[in-house]
């Protein structure tokens, strides 16, 4: 018992205390079970109610059980997606919504190696990653809490005046600015590998990769949650109005090296996501913000990007501008639209990634030894979920899923992913935040390349839009809708019911589609992923699976974006 805590073990076995250590020693036999209930006591209430241990077990079970019920995948890798939907919910701090990046400090990334950090923080990078996951598995509630949390810090930046804009790079769960970063020298470490730190010095770096992630977090909870509020899209104004004035600094960059800053080609990219999200939000939802000075800054950045961080002589975007090395980060490029994934540009840097970077399907983030730490540099797991996707992404899907498959490999029996592996297999530093919403993510590409509902979900099936037909002009597609056939020969129109009661909107109610089993339906390649509307013979039942580039990032906006519909006949 402690001024602020009090706690209370009990067991079926005999407890002994020895200078503040309780232990027991019991032995078990098969079919025998032994209780221990360890209970944190309430003020109010210090002598907790007797309980039912197999009642209480039991309880947890189904919480679990019930929890994952939710999840929208279905398909081959879902034991893997469900563990890391656990890792990501046993991170949430329930009260406020935070989700932490892990839950230990100074785990090492190398055994005796000084690569030691304090990772119990929220990261603004890794909360894109999370949102995004949770988000596209179904997991609303907690989806929701976390844009609460995340909204809280858009606040009007107070602090400023440091340069460091007005976002920090993390968080503790309370939004406060963690203490600074001290080591703890009367502990040897894991493994004796010292320094055991805890805070976290990159707060006070510039990381303006940070406000992409963030951006493109409020853009997808406005889209498919409950929308942004007037406060907090002017808290996003704010935001976009001071990246604009401050995308060309120099700064620390998604991998956090401490030292000198540098001209980073990640940063530069994810100010591009930021302020080409927020034009997307202002866009579709007719906000008020200043679309020539922002369509302005995103064209700067993405022509600075395709000249000075493109390398004629590697064929390859290199880590910084004007820079010879190598950096696995720009293999988001195509995830987040900035470039097509057919791209030259974008093929050759990943050939130039695999050359350099990649080894045994594994992925170094850059090349190691360039970061002026002492220690041996792992294959980064992060990046490793990167390289998958972009080699789906790139059509080489059988390459992906053995890439893919190999790293599952590495997850240990809960699940869990070092956020480094070795070159001999050893991991760097486990359960963290940032490496289980990727695995997620390279899960679902896996089932998405002409595969049927029945062998895996495609990237559409697993987005987070509802499940209707949606109206003219949105792009609102995923999941599987059901037209059933109207009375008019057979043909869906706008106004039709949908099983769930919900109108058809259809674009052209005059050009109905033909229904062929199992090929797409000619004519419903429509613009934003609208339906004309299906002919159906009497009695029967189309499904339409809804097949798409990327239907969380991409709106269809100005026709850019085609959905194809795969209808099957019951």
């Known amino acids: 018992r402690a001024d602020i805590l009090a706690m209370r073990l009990t067991s079926s076995a005999d407890l002994s205390v020895d200078n503040g250590v309780v232990s027991s020693e019991l032995t078990l036999k098969t079919g025998q079970t032994a209780e221990f209930v360890l209970e944190v006591l309430d003020p109010a209430h210090p002598e907790p109610e007797t309980c039912d241990v197999d009642e209480l077990f039991e309880s947890t079970a189904g919480f679990w059980r019930n929890w994952l019920a939710q999840s929208r995948y279905r398909g081959r890798w879902r034991e893997m997606v ?5 890792t990501l919910k046993l991170l ?16 090492p ?12 923080y929220v990261w603004m990078r890794d909360a894109g990653f999370s949102l995004y996951a949770l988000l596209r598995l179904g997991f609303n509630a907690e989806a929701n809490a ?21 976002l920090r790079v993390l968080y503790n769960i309370d939004g406060d600015e963690p203490v600074p970063e001290y080591e703890l020298d009367h502990l040897r470490g894991h493994l004796d590998s010292k320094p055991v730190r805890a805070g ?71 100010c591009w996501v930021a302020i080409e999200r927020a034009i997307r939000i202002a866009r579709r939802r007719g906000l008020p913000a200043d679309l020539v000075t922002w369509t302005g800054a995103r064209d700067d950045i993405y022509h600075r990007i ?30 987040v639209k900035f470039i097509s994934p057919a791209d030259p540009r974008f093929l050759s840097t990943l050939d130039a990634i695999e050359r350099e970077l990649v080894t045994d399907s594994l992925v170094f983030r850059y090349e190691p030894a360039t970061d002026g730490l002492d220690g041996d540099e792992g294959t980064f797991s992060l990046c490793t979920f990167w390289y998958v996707e972009a080699l789906t992404r790139a059509g ?16 240990n029996h809960l699940g869990l992913y070092a956020e480094q592996v070795g070159l001999t297999g050893e991991p760097g530093g486990i359960g963290t935040e940032h490496v289980h919403p990727q695995q997620t993510d390279a899960t679902i590409p896996q089932h998405g390349r002409g595969l049927s509902c029945e062998e895996g979900m495609t990237r559409a099936e697993e987005a987070v839009a509802p499940v209707s037909i949606p109206a003219r002009g949105q792009q609102e597609s995923g999941g599987r809708l059901r037209i059933r056939a109207g009375q008019e020969g057979g043909q869906a129109r706008g106004g039709d019911r949908l099983p769930g009661g919900e109108p058809g909107q259809t674009e052209d109610e005059g050009v109905p589609a033909q229904l062929v089993p199992g090929q797409p339906l000619d004519g419903a ?36 974006d085609t959905h194809t519909w795969i209808a099957r006949v019951h």
């Open 82 to 86: 469900e563990r890391s939907a656990i």
């Open 92 to 107: 949430t701090h329930e009260p406020s919504g935070a989700v932490v990046a892990a839950a230990i400090t100074s785990l």
């Open 109 to 120: 990334e190398h055994i005796g190696g000084e690569r030691n950090w304090d990772y119990r």
């Open 146 to 166: 976390f844009i609460e949390w995340l909204s809280k810090r858009l606040g009007r930046g107070e602090r400023e005046h440091d340069g460091l804009g007005p």
């Open 200 to 270: 976290n010095a990159e707060v006070q770096q510039l990381q303006l990769d940070i406000y992409g992630d963030l951006i493109d977090s409020v853009y997808l909870f406005d889209k498919y949650g409950a929308g942004i509020s007037h406060d907090a899209w002017s808290d996003v104004v704010y935001v976009i109005d001071w990246l604009v004035d401050n995308w060309d600094r120099d700064d620390a960059g998604m991998w956090e090296v401490r030292g000198e800053s540098r001209p980073c080609t990640t940063s530069r990219l994810m």
């Open 306 to 335: 395709m000249s000075k961080s493109w390398n004629t002589d590697l064929q390859a975007f290199t880590q910084v501008e004007g820079g010879d090395q190598l950096d696995a980060g720009v293999l988001l490029m195509p995830m």
């Open 396 to 411: 080489r899907h059988d390459e992906a899923r053995l890439a893919f498959e190999k790293m599952l490999t590495y997850g």
């Open 525 to 560: 390649a429509a613009r934003h992923g609208v339906a004309r509307g299906v002919h159906v013979g009497a009695g029967m039942r189309a499904d339409l699976e809804g097949h798409d580039r990327d239907p969380v990032l991409g709106d269809g906006e100005g026709g850019t």
